[in-house]
């Protein structure tokens, strides 16, 4: 379904929620919102399986529509290695479930992923989710997981970011738009959109989430894709 949320012109806008009408559109809403989008996904299942080992479990915390735990899935080699997908919005996990209800190796929860606990992990992968999270409950998140997760398993973390540079800070936000009406969203499609998303969405600078993951236990921390103002984190133990 091409997505149309924000097509006609609106009176009040509201905070952006993953509601029905966002689950019907969001394959085509993330695609054409966030670059780099179809090259992160199936990269994060690769880097996630790598890591994977008996009896430990993959968790796609944010799973959405369940892209990334579908892709952790298609490159898992070890059997009895399991996939958590969690996700907070009952839209988004019954949109999953009718689309890859069949998979039996997923297991489908709804839930805040700041009440799942994570233990025995080989990794932990939240795409486009973090930003999401209360910024004062994203470093108390990133420990938990670092206390479940094995000492040679991994966390990757894709974020829109933001820049301390106020130039570099609009010029990345001008193009990020730019990039949007090219895909063919209106000037009003795209503004409607920042508004909702205002003080949803609240992004970090680079080196705030670098920082970050190692105080929260990670050693290993690298910046392995960027475009724009778009940026995904591998961290290990």
């Not at 369940?66 to 080699?77: D, F, R, S």
Request: overall charge neutral; charged content about 25%; aromatic content about 8%.
């Amino acid at each position: 379904m091409r997505d149309e949320v924000f097509r006609s012109p609106r009176s009040q806008i509201v905070d952006f929620v993953f509601d029905e009408t966002v689950a019907a559109a969001f394959p085509d809403m993330i695609r054409r919102s966030v670059p780099g989008y179809e090259t992160v996904v199936p990269i994060t299942g690769l880097i996630a399986a790598r890591h994977a080992r008996s009896g430990a479990i993959c968790y796609d915390l944010g799973c959405s529509l369940g892209a990334t735990a579908l892709a952790i899935l298609q490159q898992l080699e070890t059997p009895d290695c399991r996939i958590v997908a969690v996700d907070s919005s009952t839209a988004m996990l019954d949109r999953a479930r009718e689309l890859h209800g069949t998979e039996r190796r997923i297991e489908w929860v709804h839930a805040d992923l700041r009440d799942v606990p994570i233990e025995n992990a080989c990794a932990v992968v939240m795409n486009y989710t973090l930003q999401f999270v209360p910024s004062g409950d994203r470093l108390g998140l990133l420990r938990r997981i670092r206390q479940g997760i094995d000492p040679s398993g991994v966390l990757i973390v894709s974020e829109k970011v933001r820049f301390a540079d106020d130039w570099e800070h609009s010029y990345f936000e001008l193009t990020h738009a730019a990039y949007k009406r090219a895909n063919g969203y209106s000037a009003l499609e795209v503004a409607q959109k920042r508004t909702a998303l205002e003080k949803v969405l609240i992004p970090d600078r680079i080196e705030d989430h670098e920082a970050r993951l190692r105080r929260a236990g990670f050693s290993r921390v690298h910046a392995w894709f960027r475009c724009l103002n778009w940026v995904s984190f591998v961290a290990m133990p």
